[in-house]
């Protein structure tokens, strides 16, 4: 079973510029999460989407950052513009998302960020 | 509000003795638990999890301890080999929202 995709695993720009990031979530996995983890800390939900619609956004900055998942599958991740402070890994991960509780998830590799 | 804790950021073991890695959370409504395995460059991996309604989960060398009442969340590993050197993550669920410690990066010396 192929797990967690993510594009691009590495990239550096410079602050103020945009910058966008992809998640394949398990095939049949109706729930996908993006997570900020900065250097040192545990993973930060950004993002909770169940099938095409948002649980959770709380902790979005939505001034500058956006996500999306068109046909239930497939995410992107966009900051728009980015900050030195959002220098961070981003991780998706994806549940069945059938019992809203003991649920687990499973990781993609990341994409690291570097913002200079 | 760190709501999942890991106090011990490193630990270091001998090849074949307990590894102990424990996490502490403060919300009561948490009902599903779990451990992650972290190596570098690669994202979280799940080990082991464990329901509220029970208080031990075992699997190989992997065992679970949930202590409700103090709500305290322990991971032994038994015996510890050197490949089981990584970062480990706990997390607390309640409703399908998890909530991520600060890890606790797990030396295995040979």
């Known amino acids: 079973e192929a797990g967690v995709a993510q594009s691009p695993r590495y990239k550096i720009i410079e602050k103020r510029q945009s910058v966008a990031f992809w998640c394949n979530p398990i095939?049949?996995?109706?729930?996908l999460y993006w997570y900020q983890q900065i250097l040192g800390q545990g993973p930060k939900l950004l993002i909770q989407?169940?099938?095409?619609?948002?649980?959770?956004d709380s902790q979005l900055p939505k001034d500058r950052f956006s996500a999306e998942r068109l046909k239930g599958v497939d995410s992107t991740l966009k900051i728009q513009p980015a900050k030195l402070e959002d220098s961070a890994v981003y991780l998706c991960?994806?549940?069945?998302?059938?019992?809203?509780?003991?649920?687990?998830?499973?990781f993609g590799p990341g994409t690291r960020l570097l913002v200079l | 509000d760190q709501q999942v804790k890991q106090n011990s950021p490193s630990l270091s073991v001998q090849e074949g003795r307990i590894s102990i890695l424990n996490c502490d959370y403060t919300?009561?409504?948490?009902?599903?638990f779990l451990w992650y395995k972290k190596y570098p460059a690669e994202g979280p991996t799940f080990l082991i999890s464990?329901?509220?309604?029970?208080d031990k989960n075992e699997d190989g060398r992997f065992t679970v301890f949930l202590n409700k009442s103090a709500k305290h969340l322990s991971l032994h590993i038994v015996p510890s080999q050197p490949g089981d050197s990584a970062v480990y993550f706990c997390?607390?669920?309640?409703?399908?929202?998890?909530?991520f410690g600060t890890g606790t990066s797990l030396t295995v010396i040979p």
């Open positions: 991960a994806s549940s069945l998302g059938t019992s809203g509780s003991w649920e687990t998830q499973y």
């Open positions: 919300n009561s409504m948490f009902d599903y």
């Open positions: 095939s049949g996995h109706a729930t």
């Open positions: 997390a607390a669920s309640e409703g399908g929202q998890f909530y």
């Open positions: 464990i329901s509220s309604i029970k």
């Open positions: 989407f169940q099938n095409n619609g948002v649980v959770d």
